[in-house]
Nanobody, 126 residues
């Protein structure tokens, strides 16, 4: 199993930046699909960025392309999400997730993921 703990959320003004972190523990086998998701109140969780840590290949959802950057530090078993040019529409709960070993490409569908963190809240004020 994989345990995931996110941090780095908070309140920020529009135009600002945040870097979210997600530390993985347990089965930290190298080469895994990991992703960031967000959930608006009353809405389904949506995939925003994913990375296959074995190759560094990434995939982004259209609404965040160019503003969000996903990265992974294998030495620290940590997944990051750099968020720039924040807008109030980015206000949501952000989750990191990991798929089972065997998925060798980045994915944005939440159903493909097996392990989830508890989430970190991002609030952007205008």
């Amino acid at each position: 199993r994989v345990q995931l703990v996110e941090s780095g959320g908070g309140s920020v003004q529009a135009g600002g930046s945040l870097r979210l972190s997600c530390v993985a523990s347990g089965d930290t086998t190298s080469g895994r699909c990991m992703g960031w998701f967000r959930q608006f109140p009353g809405k389904e969780r949506e995939g925003i960025a994913s990375i296959y840590t074995g190759s560094g290949s990434t995939r982004y959802a259209d609404p965040v392309t160019g503003r969000f950057t996903i990265s992974h530090d294998s030495a620290k078993n940590t997944l990051y999400l750099q968020i720039d040019s924040l807008t109030p529409e980015d206000t949501a709960m952000y989750y990191c997730a990991a798929a089972d070993v065997g998925v060798r490409w980045p994915l944005l569908a939440w159903i493909e993921y097996d392990y989830w963190g508890q989430g970190t809240q991002v609030t952007v004020s205008s």
